[in-house]
């Protein structure tokens, strides 16, 4: 399917566990981000990409691990999760400077 | 850095009304671009309307219209002839035009449209 795609759509994990959260887009966008969406905070930028193997901090990047080995593929991992994760997380892509494009967001529950 | 404010966090408007969503944001760049994004209830970011910093004439898109303000830092969206389907959180982003470049966005503003 053509578009970016997230999974999984919804998660529930345990504290102190280790979960990943994947991210695909086909267009070979060279840009990606992950975004968490809390209320009263709006996204928030975790971790973004300007190419593959290149990956910068966001606004809020502790606990989050990213990677980018492949244009289209973005994973973010929560090393160790923490009630504090639980949010919708977003991931996005675009190309150079204009809009983003916006998969449909993972709903992530920490126990 | 760069940071994006809404200062609205709901507003309401009557259908076939207007409604103007404001949105202020500090950079010290001349070379970005702004966006207003819609989320309704089913999650999804929609982007609405797209603003290029170096041009003067404010975006339109069809009922969706903005007026940029670049020295006061200002890009707020109005909504003409408000539908029920614009009831959404809307959200305004700035993304500087150099490499590297993030997406920042603000809190959003939550719009109720009654019937």
């Known amino acids: 399917d053509a578009g970016i795609t997230q999974s999984p759509r919804y998660k529930i994990t345990e504290t102190g566990r280790q979960v990943t959260l994947m991210c695909h887009q086909t267009?070979?966008?060279?840009?990606m981000f992950w975004y968490r969406q809390d209320l009263g905070h709006g996204l928030r930028l975790i971790y973004y990409?300007?190419?593959?193997?290149?990956?910068d901090k966001g606004e809020v990047p502790d606990g989050y691990v990213v990677s980018r080995s492949k244009t289209e593929n973005f994973p973010l991992t929560l090393e160790s999760a923490t009630r504090s994760q639980t949010s919708v997380y977003f991931c996005?892509?675009?190309?150079?400077?204009?809009?983003?494009?916006f998969g449909q967001g993972t709903r992530l529950t920490v126990v | 850095a760069q940071t994006v404010t809404q200062s609205q966090p709901e507003m309401s408007v009557q259908e076939a009304e207007t409604v103007t969503l404001s949105c202020t944001y500090d950079t010290s760049e001349s070379d970005y671009y702004l966006f207003w994004y819609k989320q309704p209830p089913s999650r999804q970011m929609i982007l609405v309307i797209r603003?290029?910093?170096?041009?003067?004439q404010n975006a339109t898109e069809n009922r969706f219209s903005v007026n940029f303000q670049k020295a006061a830092k200002s890009f707020s969206l109005k909504i003409s002839d408000s539908q029920l389907g614009d009831a959404a959180m809307y959200f305004c982003a700035y993304r500087s035009a150099g490499y590297g470049n993030k997406l920042v966005f603000g809190a959003g503003t939550i719009l109720r449209v009654k019937s």
């Open positions: 267009w070979s966008h060279s840009y």
């Open positions: 996005a892509s675009s190309p150079w400077s204009t809009e983003a494009f």
């Open positions: 990409s300007a190419a593959a193997d290149i990956t």
């Open positions: 603003q290029e910093a170096y041009k003067q």
